[in-house]
């Protein structure tokens, strides 16, 4: 299986900070990298997919980078509605895994 | 608009089969993969597995011998069942569709609102 390591687990920031997870798969899955955003009681939202590509409906603020082995999704100004969990995960090759997320709370 | 809606049991005693339901509406369940998720509470997502209306399927190896996952066409559902269920087995089972992109890479574009299944006797 391809494990998914994201950091960090957790993060404070304030509205209007810029923030930058990482996800690095233990092995190269070229640009079949997704981000999903999870907000407390609800079900995963997709906001990436194919690495760098934003789903219908998200906001711009929200963009994604990487291949192979290393990937980091930004948030370039923290808006109220972002503070919740972020999740990676592989599509190269099944089973499917996720990272193990990263919390965004409040500053 | 395509929603998908879980349904099923919220309580399995261990050692039984947990059987939840996946209605599809806004869309037929004939095209695309659909995917079964599940999350332990306070935990991350897990992959249980995929099946398309053409037979195609593919599951978690660490499930496998414990599921199975059918498309009824006449109702426009998805059925998951997992037997043999233990207290490890209590999760949010989310069902979810599997888009392919353009560039060949796929993702879960909807998502159901999950179901809590506790297993406990």
């Known amino acids: 299986d391809i494990e998914m390591t994201q950091s960090p687990p957790s993060l404070s920031a304030s509205v209007g900070d810029k923030v930058t997870i990482t996800c690095r798969p233990s092995?190269?899955?070229?640009?079949?990298l997704n981000w999903y955003q999870q907000r407390p009681g609800k079900a995963p939202k997709l906001l990436i997919f194919?690495?760098?590509s934003l789903q219908s409906g998200v906001p711009s603020r929200f963009s994604g980078s990487g291949s192979g082995t290393h990937f980091t999704l930004t948030i370039s100004s923290l808006q109220p509605d972002d503070f919740a969990t972020y999740f990676c995960?592989?599509?190269?090759?099944?089973?499917?895994?996720f990272g193990g997320g990263t919390k965004v709370d409040i500053k | 608009q395509v929603q998908l809606q879980e349904s099923g049991p919220g309580l399995v005693k261990p050692s039984e089969t947990l059987s939840l339901i996946c209605t599809v509406s806004g869309g037929s369940v004939r095209t695309y993969f659909w995917t079964w998720l599940r999350q332990p509470p306070g935990k991350g997502l897990e992959w249980i597995g995929e099946i398309h209306n053409s037979g195609g399927s593919d599951y978690n190896p660490s499930l496998r011998s414990r599921v199975t996952m059918s498309v009824d066409t006449s109702t426009n559902e998805v059925s998951l069942r997992l037997s043999s269920v233990t207290v490890a087995d209590t999760a949010v089972y989310y069902c979810?569709?599997?888009?392919?992109?353009?560039?060949?890479?796929?993702?879960?574009?909807?998502w159901g609102q999950g179901t809590l299944v506790t297993v406990s006797s």
């Open positions: 995960q592989q599509s190269y090759s099944p089973p499917l895994t």
């Open positions: 092995q190269n899955i070229m640009t079949y």
């Open positions: 194919g690495a760098s």
């Open positions: 979810a569709r599997r888009v392919r992109r353009d560039s060949d890479t796929y993702d879960f574009d909807y």
